[in-house]
């Protein structure tokens, strides 16, 4: 798809359906002028309709349309009316995106947000045809003829098999939209596995052109490769608060603070490194990392004198000497559960605390993680957008990926607040209090960071990957084998 706007390989934003956009002195009327000749394209059907302003409308429509369930109406919620519409006293008709013709459309919002252009690439804000889609009857995405493009590419066929192993898609050049932007590849073939081994032992035997993995060090490493790493996320523990040992403050700071980093910095694989604070050093603000401007040295402070200190404290609040053996519940794709060591290790010789660990399948782990059936668990957090806020909102109260329940009210107005200033220079220094206040109630103890690569031959140029989005552009692609 082709949205408003798009994201470049280097992360900057350029024009997409909007040939040219303006904002209102005060912030809240973004006015987009859409190109007039971009045109929607599927597999069976040769009509040159138009993408209109009324694609976007309708689009947005969707996102807060109660029978969607968009996992992303929180994160659209600075547009005019989001925040009725979300409980329910007005209807997703009411949301402020209007059409003025064809080719302007208006969005308004109730408050400022930094972030908003941002938010025009990701896939919620890509157009829907409302004709098509409603034509779809329930289908729309699912199957080759219920799939839309108005993007460089369109749905040529998809190959569904969920019984054995014929599992693919291929997407050819959208002749219309080569018409302003061209096209490099004639072709996209995606081939679709569950098993990573198996994705790199195609790869390593050609048989196919690049993968997205966060194993690359371990495996392809070596001459003939083109390597780009992007760390988006952020590994930390969670502490069941609910259960009877770690309902206690003292005992969870004790074991925060009793983690130094030092003893495992520049022993960890893949790219990984320890982490200090939540926040990835990937997410970008100002044209620098997040990193750069805000230190993470200070947030998770090493202190063994306070941390022994407060593991005594806490036993004794708890009634007992010493805890019984616990294990650290972790999901089977998490590949790297030798890292956990330096952490139990340390807890073993400073508090004669033993620390197992219970390795369970994804879908068995999420439940567990649901019902609150662990007392600590390793926890990965991800990054959606390009933000501070896009991780940080994982902490926020009632937000649906909030999945350990935390609650702050000073957190939830610091979120509030961060997306409500004008600039970006302005909400950084809100996500670094926001950032120190989940560590400082010692529900999430940081340990380390990891990043993702995206591994291609060298005879492969000009692939443009956005790691928070997920989103690809094979447009300029370039195969010199």
């Known amino acids: 798809y082709c949205g408003l706007l798009r994201t470049t390989g280097n992360g900057k934003l350029t024009e997409g359906a909007a040939k040219k ?13 859409l190109r007039e000749d971009l045109y929607w394209k599927n597999a069976d059907s040769d009509f040159k309709e138009q993408v209109t302003a009324n694609d976007f409308v309708f689009a947005f429509k969707r996102i807060f349309e109660k029978n969607t369930k968009s996992p992303y109406a929180e994160s659209f919620s600075c547009i005019k009316n989001a925040g009725k519409i979300i409980t329910g006293e007005l209807s997703a008709d009411s949301i402020g995106v209007t059409a003025k013709g064809d080719f302007e459309l208006e969005i308004d919002l109730d408050y400022p947000n930094a972030n908003f252009l941002s938010l025009m690439t990701t896939s919620a804000a890509m157009p829907c045809n409302e004709e098509f889609f409603n034509n779809t009857k329930g289908k729309y995405g699912l199957e080759t003829d219920s799939t839309i493009s108005d993007g460089a590419f369109y749905l040529k066929e998809w190959e569904y098999d969920p ?26 073939n995606f081939f679709i596995e569950k098993d990573s081994k198996k994705i790199a032992a195609d790869f390593k035997s050609n048989s196919t052109d690049f993968i997205v993995t966060d194993e690359a060090e371990k495996n392809l490493f070596s001459s003939g490769y083109t390597i780009n790493g992007y760390e988006t996320t952020s590994c930390g523990l969670i502490y069941n608060t609910k259960s009877e040992i ?19 910095e520049g022993k960890l694989s893949n790219g990984a490194r320890p982490a200090y604070a939540i926040v990835p050093s990937g997410i970008s603000m100002l044209n620098k990392s997040y990193r750069e ?16 200190e407060k593991w005594k404290q806490g036993l004794s609040e708890y009634g007992k ?35 197992g660990i219970e390795v369970v399948p994804d879908e068995k782990y999420a439940a567990r993680i649901a019902n609150g059936d662990y007392q600590i668990a390793l926890y990965q957090l991800s990054c959606e957008y390009n933000n501070p806020e896009s991780i940080l909102s994982n902490f926020e109260t009632g937000n649906i990926k909030n999945v350990i329940s935390y609650s702050n009210p000073k957190f939830d107005e610091l979120i509030n ?26 529900i999430y103890t940081p340990i380390f960071y990891q990043k993702e690569f995206l591994v291609y031959k060298d005879t492969i140029k000009d692939i443009e990957y956005n790691p928070f989005t997920k989103q690809f552009d094979f447009s300029n692609a370039k195969n010199f084998k």
């Open 163 to 188: 019984y054995g192993q014929n599992n693919y898609i291929i997407m050819r050049p959208n002749k219309y939209f080569s018409e302003f932007s061209k096209i490099y590849p004639s072709s996209l």
């Open 21 to 33: 956009y303006t904002i209102s002195p005060d912030y809240l009327k973004y006015t987009f002028d």
């Open 293 to 308: 401007l805000v230190s993470e040295k200070d947030k998770s402070p090493y202190n063994l004198t306070v941390a022994q």
């Open 246 to 264: 770690f309902s206690n403050l003292n005992l969870r700071q004790a074991l925060s603070l009793a983690i130094d980093r030092s003893e495992y």
């Open 417 to 442: 607040e961060s997306s409500k200033v004008q600039t970006l220079s302005e909400s950084v220094k809100i996500y670094s209090e926001a950032e120190k206040l989940v560590i400082d109630d010692y």
């Open 321 to 355: 000497l010493s805890i019984d053996t616990v294990k650290i519940l972790i999901p089977k794709s998490f590949n790297n559960q030798e890292w956990l060591k330096y952490i139990t290790q340390q807890w073993q010789n400073k508090f004669d605390f033993f620390c």
